[in-house]
């Protein structure tokens, strides 16, 4: 009882430590950057303001997710500002609807919804139902799925990162009291369970369904290394999406799926310190590591340990805390002087050799590191 009550105290002065390096940090970045759009800091600046470069994509949220959490744990009002600043500039993506594709609920959810969550503003409100109408209007009912991107070519693709945009979809079946947004959240969660979760745990990133039966035809690679392997931010968008969904219907068989797609996350990430690599099923070498990844994951652990039973509960917290911790002590760049805190984050297995910050890394880190301090507000 003793050592676990040291390793407790230990546990609470660590995440007192990083809260407090992540407030000097993101004062500092929210004194740069602004209202404008971040993705991927260049010589350790964020330089690029995807307001002006492609305001239809998909990560356009996570800054305005991070300020409206920032703002929520301090009080600060430079952060409020910055994020109204980024969601009046994501309206020039309304303008075009075409191009929008499934990730609408990563767009908006950190941004009008956020805001309209914390603030009752009704134009947030507006714009959280419109994005809403965008995300079910992909729905087809011959598959039971939302298709994902667009173009000729993908017409029956399905993704396993349509999970975590599905709380968009809940959210305004709880705002609007319309049943249709919830179901078509919940058929498509059935539907990629059942294909694109595998009996181990492990996930398929695609499924290329037909069209017309939704009948399973391929389950190519992805962004992970290869057929059949394990992408891990798949993995992690499945154990957090499967997670949200519980929440928000209390069907057990989401949480079950959570839970089995988590302790093949945790095992794998275990056999690498805790550092998870960017696929569990990659050749030994070359090593690339997934910052991304593990920081969702930890939200995901989270997540799940607030609907299980206490004797349970230590697996899912301790996991989050070690992959934290060992991330935080591996991949964090404190230095206020230069943008983003997690590096060593991989979109992909294959393409840019290289490893770097990813603005959605150290979204999931902050909130993940709220969340165990009791700062966070719940965004999804």
Same mark, same amino acid.
């Given at each position: 009882?003793?050592? %676990?009550?040291?390793?407790?105290?230990?546990?609470?002065?660590? *995440? #007192?430590?990083?809260?407090?390096? !992540?407030?000097?940090?993101?004062?500092?970045?929210?004194? %740069?950057?602004?209202?404008?759009?971040?993705?991927?800091?260049?010589?350790?600046?964020?330089?690029?303001?995807?307001?002006?470069?492609?305001?239809?994509?998909?990560?356009?949220?996570?800054?305005?997710?991070?300020?409206?959490?920032?703002?929520?744990?301090?009080?600060?009002?430079?952060?409020?500002?910055?994020?109204?600043?980024?969601?009046?500039?994501?309206?020039?993506? $309304?303008?075009?609807?075409?191009?929008?594709? =499934?990730?609408?609920? $990563?767009?908006?959810? =950190?941004?009008?919804?956020?805001?309209?969550?914390?603030?009752?503003?009704?134009?947030?409100?507006?714009?959280?139902?419109?994005?809403?109408?965008?995300?079910?209007?992909?729905?087809?009912?011959?598959?039971?799925?939302?298709?994902?991107?667009?173009?000729?070519?993908?017409?029956?693709?399905? !993704?396993?990162?349509?999970?975590?945009?599905?709380?968009?979809?809940?959210?305004?079946?709880?705002?609007?009291?319309?049943?249709?947004?919830?179901? !078509?959240?919940?058929?498509?969660?059935?539907?990629?369970?059942?294909?694109?979760?595998?009996?181990?745990?492990?996930?398929?990133?695609i499924g290329i369904l037909d069209p017309m039966t939704g009948e399973l035809l391929e389950a190519p690679g992805g962004q992970?290394?290869?057929?059949?392997?394990?992408?891990? %931010?798949?993995?992690?968008?499945?154990?957090?999406?499967?997670?949200?969904?519980?929440? =928000?219907?209390g069907e057990i068989k989401y949480l079950d799926a959570a839970k089995r797609v988590a302790h093949y996350f945790i095992a794998n990430a275990a056999m690498t310190d805790y550092l998870p690599l960017c696929d569990f099923r990659a050749p030994q070498?070359?090593?690339?590591?997934?910052?991304?990844?593990?920081?969702?994951?930890?939200?995901?652990? *989270?997540?799940?340990?607030?609907?299980?039973?206490?004797?349970?509960?230590?697996?899912?917290?301790?996991?989050?805390? %070690?992959?934290?911790?060992?991330?935080?002590?591996?991949?964090?760049?404190?230095?206020?002087?230069?943008?983003?805190?997690?590096?060593?984050?991989?979109?992909?297995? =294959?393409?840019?050799?290289?490893? #770097?910050?990813?603005?959605?890394?150290?979204?999931?880190?902050?909130?993940?590191?709220?969340?165990?301090?009791?700062?966070?507000?719940? *965004?999804?």
């Amino acid at each position: 009882m003793e050592k %676990r009550e040291e390793l407790q105290k230990e546990k609470k002065k660590w *995440l #007192e430590e990083v809260y407090g390096k !992540i407030c000097v940090k993101m004062r500092a970045e929210c004194s %740069r950057v602004g209202d404008r759009i971040p993705y991927i800091p260049v010589n350790g600046r964020y330089e690029e303001d995807y307001a002006q470069k492609d305001v239809f994509w998909w990560t356009n949220g996570f800054w305005s997710g991070m300020m409206w959490q920032m703002y929520h744990a301090t009080g600060e009002e430079k952060y409020r500002l910055a994020a109204e600043g980024v969601e009046a500039k994501m309206d020039a993506a $309304f303008a075009n609807i075409g191009r929008l594709y =499934h990730d609408v609920g $990563f767009m908006w959810l =950190h941004t009008a919804v956020a805001d309209y969550r914390l603030t009752g503003n009704p134009k947030s409100r507006e714009r959280g139902e419109n994005a809403a109408n965008v995300l079910a209007a992909r729905f087809n009912p011959l598959g039971n799925f939302i298709r994902a991107w667009n173009g000729d070519n993908n017409i029956g693709w399905m !993704i396993i990162d349509c999970m975590m945009n599905l709380p968009l979809l809940y959210w305004m079946s709880e705002e609007s009291k319309d049943p249709r947004f919830k179901a !078509i959240a919940q058929l498509h969660a059935d539907t990629a369970m059942e294909l694109l979760v595998r009996p181990d745990g492990s996930c398929n990133h695609i499924g290329i369904l037909d069209p017309m039966t939704g009948e399973l035809l391929e389950a190519p690679g992805g962004q992970g290394y290869g057929e059949n392997s394990s992408w891990s %931010r798949g993995q992690s968008w499945a154990l957090y999406g499967f997670a949200l969904s519980y929440r =928000h219907t209390g069907e057990i068989k989401y949480l079950d799926a959570a839970k089995r797609v988590a302790h093949y996350f945790i095992a794998n990430a275990a056999m690498t310190d805790y550092l998870p690599l960017c696929d569990f099923r990659a050749p030994q070498d070359p090593v690339y590591y997934d910052s991304t990844a593990g920081a969702c994951a930890a939200c995901g652990l *989270l997540e799940i340990a607030g609907f299980v039973p206490e004797h349970e509960k230590k697996l899912y917290e301790d996991s989050a805390y %070690r992959i934290l911790r060992a991330m935080e002590g591996e991949f964090a760049n404190w230095d206020e002087n230069q943008d983003a805190i997690l590096e060593m984050g991989k979109a992909a297995y =294959h393409g840019n050799d290289g490893q #770097e910050a990813i603005i959605y890394g150290d979204y999931f880190f902050i909130e993940a590191i709220l969340r165990m301090l009791d700062k966070g507000c719940f *965004l999804w």
